[in-house]
């Protein structure tokens, strides 16, 4: 995937998770009887017609105003479900903002390495590179920060999830563990989940047999994807309605909502059964 055509993928990757960041990918909400928005958080969705499934680690949720699915990809966007919801948990979880990106391929090659996926940040300085079992994790320094209130020090990571091109990246607040090796564990785990819980895909389209066992733990991280999961096999799986590739991105006011993600919000409300 040393080619344009390789690096013009990956460009497309993350150009379009930042869209996601900076546009939003903001649909009106549902509302309550006096027309105030309803927040909500989801612990499972799927982007790609289902080919890419999201299960959050517990104590985070899926922003269900920013979620967009296609039949060929999607927008997902992370962070505490106190924070999305504005209802207490009950999880004590570190801040962060981590977004999923799932585009078509369009390559046969092999997992793109740290080195393409660093031609595609552009002027963000890499500090950090690590690359195995069909994961690539680099940790950059942006030339400026999304808000005020995240540190410009982030995780990006690449991987290719049946026949998707899936780009990862995870903000914490200026000066967190989020911006060093807990984001790194984070996003690593996240990572992981999605293999667990995607559908594992043959060449060509069809379920691998049971037979088959998609890889579980990365060698050398100590990461157990099942470990603290949320159980959410008995929720919904949320599934939008495909939209036109050509639709752009709605609402605004991003930046301040990311920065308000980053924030621990306590309220005296407690989350109501159907939140979770």
């Given at each position: 995937m040393r080619n344009g055509t390789g690096k013009s993928v990956l460009r497309i990757v993350w150009a379009w998770a930042l869209l996601g960041l900076l546009s939003g990918c903001l649909a009106p909400g549902p509302q309550d009887d006096a027309g105030a928005a309803?927040?909500?958080g989801l612990h499972r969705a799927e982007l790609a017609g289902g080919d890419v499934v999201i299960v959050p680690p517990q104590g985070y949720c899926i922003q269900q105003e920013t979620l967009h699915s296609r039949a060929?990809?999607?927008?997902?966007?992370?962070?505490?479900?106190?924070t999305i919801t504005g209802y207490v948990s009950g999880y004590d979880v570190d801040p962060m903002v981590l977004t999923i990106t799932a585009v078509p391929r369009r390559s046969e090659a092999a997992e793109p390495d740290v080195e393409e996926i660093a031609a595609a940040l552009g002027d963000r300085k890499v500090l950090r590179r690590l690359h195995g079992d069909g994961l690539t994790i680099v940790q950059v320094m942006a030339t400026e920060s999304?808000?005020?209130?995240?540190?410009?020090?982030?995780?990006r990571a690449m991987m290719v999830l049946n026949?998707?091109?899936?780009?990862?990246?995870?903000y914490g607040p200026k000066g967190s563990a989020m911006s060093g090796e807990k984001g790194l564990t984070m996003l690593s785990w996240q990572a992981e989940r999605l293999r667990e819980e995607s559908p594992l895909m043959v060449r060509g389209g069809g379920p691998v047999p049971e037979a088959m066992l998609r890889p579980h733990v990365r060698p050398g991280t100590g990461i157990e994807p099942g470990v603290g999961a949320a159980d959410a096999s008995a929720e919904p799986i949320e599934r939008p309605k495909p939209e036109p590739e050509n639709d752009t991105a709605k609402?605004?006011?991003?930046?301040?909502?990311?920065?308000?993600?980053?924030q621990r919000r306590r309220t005296d409300k407690t989350m109501p059964e159907q939140q979770e």
């Open positions: 309803v927040k909500t060929t990809g999607g927008f997902a966007l992370l962070a505490s479900c106190e999304l808000t005020t209130e995240d540190d410009p020090r982030h995780w026949g998707k091109m899936v780009g990862l990246a995870l609402g605004g006011g991003v930046k301040k909502l990311i920065a308000g993600l980053f």
